[in-house]
């Protein structure tokens, strides 16, 4: 028992002892530096924790504070000069408002040459207060036009200044504006420049087109089509095609013998590349035995047809075109599901087609790149049966599809040919 007492006194003192050395106070010589407890554990009294400096951060608070001042102001300049240029526009008549107009445009360019982030005028501004002040010799420059003549409108301008200039445009008032320059180039050319802030570039394109024989300028025509020329047209080489429909089937040689006249149906994807005809073609021929039995003959084919288009014309194609693919035939009991267990021990043949033929599109209707007709198709087909009906040979075609043909896209390039005939 005493032995039990002394070993419990001296576990107590244990304990109590951790407890003193665990529980004291650290300090950040007692820590690794490495360690994130040492950021907890540094005397804020001592002088390697920073202390916070608030005067430089009012100074800091200040400067933006400042800064966001200054921002507000130029931006309430910027706005006082747009307004003042709209106010003059709007209300000076044009013997009146040239002198402001220039004085007030001078002040503005002078305060955008300073301004941080709020400008007067952005690219295509500069272009339609260059027309109100009539400078022609700066906006008949295509290396003056070309930086200033972006994709979209910036700016805050055409709020009102913009607006003006396309009511100039519509009443004929631009026109008359222009006919003061000499150079009947240059009006060409600052018309269209102008016109295609507001037109879309197969508008401006037609433009272009109409007034090619005015601009005889080469740099400023050339400059207009590289920027703003886009044509299309349909390419009547280059469609996809479908068709559908039913046809006849009549077998020649020893074939005739098993099988006489039969229905099929047909089904062609094609496509046109260059007047090169690819077809995806696929039929199903139901055949009447001439032998008269309980069972039908049946036969597919999965055909890839290769042609040319040999006559086109506006509403008429003729294709030629020879064929390869896939064929099966088979026997089937009459009025049995093709599942049911008496079509299982029946012959079925799987054999290499190939075949030639001629087809003629005729097209009634024109909508666009969509055109909607009939195809008249008609060729021969090899027939592998010898596993079937103990015989092969070949068989003609005939048939009578709806089908429908959409045009792809071409663009169109811009024709200086015009310009060999005396134009410089």
């Known amino acids: 028992m005493y032995i039990d007492f002394m070993l419990h006194r001296f576990l107590l003192i244990v304990i109590l002892l951790s407890v003193v050395v665990l529980g004291r106070p650290s300090s950040a010589s007692d820590v690794p530096f490495d360690s994130v407890m040492y950021l907890f554990v540094q005397n804020p009294d001592t002088n390697t924790s920073k202390k916070l400096n608030y005067v430089e951060t009012s100074a800091n608070v200040e400067i933006v504070s400042n800064y966001k001042d200054s921002l507000e102001k130029e931006r309430d300049m910027a706005v006082f000069y747009r307004n003042t240029i709209e106010h003059i526009l709007e209300h000076s008549s044009k013997d009146d408002r040239m002198e402001s107009l220039k004085k007030v445009v001078e002040e503005a360019e002078i305060f955008d040459q300073n301004a941080s982030v709020y400008h007067v005028f952005y690219a295509n501004d500069k272009l339609v207060i260059k027309y109100f002040l009539k400078d022609f010799e700066f906006l008949s420059q295509v290396d003056s036009v070309k930086p200033l003549l972006k994709k979209h409108i910036k700016g805050d301008l055409h709020s009102a200044v913009y607006l003006k200039l396309k009511r100039e445009i519509e ?240 663009p169109i390039d811009f024709d200086y040919s015009f310009r060999e005939s005396g134009v410089k």
Request: proline letters at 2%; one cysteine or more; charged letters at 25%.
């Open 171 to 410: 009443t004929g008032e631009m026109e008359e504006s222009l006919r003061e320059i000499p150079d009947e180039s240059d009006r060409a050319f600052i018309y269209i420049v102008l016109n295609s802030m507001f037109r879309y570039k197969e508008d401006v394109s037609s433009m272009i087109e109409n007034y090619k024989y005015q601009l005889t300028d080469e740099k400023q025509l050339y400059f207009l089509v590289n920027r703003f020329w886009h044509k299309e047209n349909y390419d009547s080489k280059k469609y996809f095609a479908f068709s559908w429909g039913g046809a006849v089937i009549k077998s020649f040689g020893r074939l005739s013998d098993k099988i006489g006249l039969s229905p099929g149906m047909y089904l062609g994807i094609d496509f046109v590349r260059k007047d090169f005809l690819y077809e995806w073609f696929m039929d199903i021929n139901g055949c009447q035995n001439k032998e008269l039995d309980s069972l039908q003959f049946y036969d597919m084919r999965w055909d890839f047809n290769f042609g040319y288009t040999f006559l086109k014309k506006d509403h008429l194609n003729l294709f030629g075109y020879v064929s390869a693919g896939l064929g099966m035939n088979g026997l089937s009991a009459r009025g049995k599901d093709s599942n049911d267990k008496a079509n299982n021990d029946l012959p079925i043949q799987f054999s290499p087609a190939f075949g030639a033929g001629v087809m003629v599109d005729l097209f009634f209707t024109e909508k666009k790149h969509i055109h909607h007709g009939l195809r008249f198709r008609t060729g021969v087909r090899s027939l592998f049966s010898g596993d079937v009906l103990k015989t092969s040979g070949v068989r003609l075609y005939a048939s009578l599809e709806w089908t429908f043909r959409e045009y792809t896209k071409k």
